[in-house]
């Protein structure tokens, strides 16, 4: 397949604020290209549990409302969300990840089967697979109740093994990071994928970036990013932030997803701006999962990183005007 990372010729650094850079018009993939697109994720996955009800009165017991619950919905989340908006792109998504025996994994299990994912699953008897609770009222989220704890080495080595396997049989990583502990060897991960010529897309948590050193593209957000490079005063001094990051953990390249003001990439090319696709925004958590999967599953067929971000970009501005964890297919992203 074409080379992923060969990318179009992009503008120098834009000075100030961050404007839209005049890009290529979106591409639009046939379906069977997209299709033969084969991408493996691994990270932490939790259950994304919705309960929602009705709120009619405040609680005698402290000021907080009473909220009877009428319908509960589960869906999958974490990187078991980004692999389930792969497939709902087009392509073919493999999941390497640790999940309990109990009854959240179980549930995990039958929605995988469902999704069109391949699960690659290890199972560890004493996790509690995570899970985010949300109670939500008329479409508003009231309340969110984690549930949550840390695999087992000897699982995370079999996952490792497992990983040398799977590599061959795929054409893009994607990490997945959520700091549950699933991707604690992800710097040998990704040092395998690159050794075999596979681009590695990471999804970024926490402070220390060390171990994701020789990642293809990393994905943070502002705050992710605001972490690790402190605060920046202009766009010139984010450059400059962002050129000594990557050089210094050899990233071939950052794309930094800014909300409203849309999405940044920052490569040896120069700078590309994305403005943000201008639509109601409804809910916009797994957003992010969503312009990450779409990255790999364009690269994935071919694409070059360019054209994957516009389609990130659009992608991105579709799945906030829908509630909770979802999806964009292929029809919504290009028809």
């Known amino acids: 397949?074409?080379?992923?990372?060969?990318?179009?010729?992009?503008?120098?650094?834009?000075?100030?604020?961050?404007?839209?850079?005049?890009?290529?018009?979106?591409?639009?993939?046939?379906?069977?290209?997209?299709?033969?697109?084969?991408v493996l994720v691994v990270g932490d996955v939790m259950l994304d549990r919705y309960w929602f009800g009705d709120v009619n009165?405040?609680?005698?017991?402290?000021?907080?409302?009473?909220?009877h619950v009428q319908r509960q919905e589960d869906r999958l989340g974490g990187a078991a969300n980004v692999a389930r908006n792969a497939v709902a792109l087009g392509a073919q998504a493999g999941l390497l990840c640790v999940v309990g025996h109990d009854?959240?994994?179980?549930?995990?299990?039958?929605?995988?089967?469902?999704?069109?994912?391949?699960?690659?699953?290890?199972r560890d008897p004493a996790l509690l697979t995570t899970i985010k609770l949300r109670v939500l009222s008329r479409q508003q989220q009231l309340l969110r109740v984690d549930f949550e704890n840390s695999p087992a080495h000897e699982v995370l080595l079999a996952g490792l093994a497992r990983f040398d396997e799977l590599l061959p049989l795929h054409d893009v990583i994607l990490m997945s990071d959520y700091a549950k502990g699933g991707l604690t060897h992800v710097t040998q991960m990704i040092a395998k994928a690159r050794a075999a010529g596979k681009p590695v897309l990471v999804d970024p948590k926490g402070d220390d970036w060390e171990r994701y050193r020789g990642a293809t593209l990393i994905t943070p957000n502002r705050a992710e990013l605001r972490e690790v490079v402190g605060q920046w005063k202009s766009e010139d001094d984010l450059l400059a932030r962002v050129t000594k990051l990557r050089a210094e953990l050899a990233f071939k390249a950052l794309l930094l997803t800014r909300s409203e003001e849309g999405m940044t990439l920052f490569s040896d090319d120069g700078v590309l701006h994305a403005s943000a696709v201008a639509r109601e925004v409804y809910d916009v958590s797994g957003a992010g999962d969503t312009?990450?999967?779409?990255?790999?599953?364009?690269?994935?067929?071919?694409l070059t990183l360019v054209e994957a971000v516009g389609l990130a970009n659009r992608a991105a501005g579709i799945v906030v005007g829908k509630l909770g964890t979802a999806t964009v297919d292929y029809d919504e992203l290009f028809l």
């Open 291 to 302: 312009v990450i999967a779409t990255l790999a599953a364009m690269l994935g067929a071919g």
């Open 1 to 38: 397949m074409p080379n992923p990372l060969n990318f179009r010729p992009m503008p120098e650094a834009m000075p100030g604020a961050p404007a839209a850079t005049p890009a290529p018009r979106l591409t639009v993939v046939p379906r069977a290209q997209l299709g033969a697109a084969r």
């Open 57 to 67: 009165r405040i609680s005698p017991e402290a000021p907080v409302p009473v909220v």
């Open 103 to 122: 009854e959240p994994g179980e549930r995990l299990v039958q929605l995988l089967s469902e999704s069109g994912v391949t699960p690659h699953l290890e």
